[in-house]
T-cell receptor, first 110, second 118 residues
Framework: DAMVIQNPRYQVTQFGKPVTLSCSQT?????MYWYQQKSSQAPKLLFH???????NEADTPDNFQSRRPNTSFCFLDIRSPGLGDTAMYLC?????????FGQGTRLTVV | AQKVTQAQTEISVVEKEDVTLDCVYE???????LFWYKQPPSGELVFLIR??????QNEISGRYSWNFQKSTSSFNFTITASQVVDSAVYFC???????????????FGKGTKLSVKP
């Protein structure tokens, strides 16, 4: 049973066209994370929520925003995607040190 | 600063061989957690193990075993009798802990790509 669900699995968007990626969890975890993973690289943290408290990493571009309307859902908004934003985007949840990842969304910007 | 080094970029073995993936970490924290994740071609990060800094016991789970040595800041992962399904990228990661263990960032190594050939 999937516990962290990301939609869609694959997304193609045009350069500059806003795109939203979604993540939902059935674990009731209070912390949710968004990571960006470019080809052949390690995942890189973009931001995380501790309940409704939003924490942005210092080097996360302003182009990336996030929303968490409730415990179960978290969204990643890319306002004006560039070609360099082509990557796998991974959502994760955490409680008491355990961390669970979704299957990721492969975003391609064309 | 925290850092995780996986010196092996790619490893190729033949099925049934044993293989060890190396992980060396740096941290000034006295309390920290170490992880191993498997990432198959489908992309999902699959949790394999979490070990806290106070527990140096080695662990075995089926064909997988982990050797944690604080003296050398290493947390190595061995697959015994490797299988083709073990082919994946393996990431070692380090986390500090804040607010009861949930808020720490996960610092990943660059990963080791393991190819197991039949």
């Amino acid at each position: 049973d999937a516990m962290v669900i990301q939609n869609p699995r694959y997304q193609v968007t045009q350069f500059g066209k806003p795109v939203t990626l979604s993540c939902s969890q059935t674990l009731n975890h209070n912390v949710m994370y968004w990571y960006q993973q470019k080809s052949s690289q390690a995942p890189k943290l973009l931001f995380h929520y501790y309940d409704k408290d939003f924490n942005n990493e210092a080097d996360t571009p302003d182009n990336f925003q996030s929303r968490r309307p409730n415990t179960s859902f978290c969204f990643l908004d890319i306002r004006s995607p560039g070609l360099g934003d082509t990557a796998m985007y991974l959502c994760a949840t955490s409680r008491a040190g355990e961390r669970f990842f979704g299957q990721g969304t492969r975003l391609t910007v064309v | 600063a925290q850092k995780v080094t996986q010196a092996q970029t790619e490893i190729s073995v033949v099925e049934k061989e044993d293989v060890t993936l190396d992980c060396v970490y740096e941290t000034r924290d006295t309390t920290y957690y170490l992880f191993w994740y498997k990432q198959p071609p489908s992309g999902e990060l699959v949790f394999l193990i979490r070990r806290n800094s106070f527990d140096e016991q080695n662990e075995i789970s089926g064909r997988y075993s982990w050797n944690f040595q604080k003296s050398t800041s290493s947390f190595n992962f061995t697959i015994t009798a490797s299988q083709v399904v073990d082919s994946a990228v393996y990431f070692c990661a380090l986390s500090d802990e804040d607010y009861g263990g949930s808020q720490g960032n996960l610092i990943f190594g660059k990963g080791t790509k393991l190819s197991v050939k039949p």
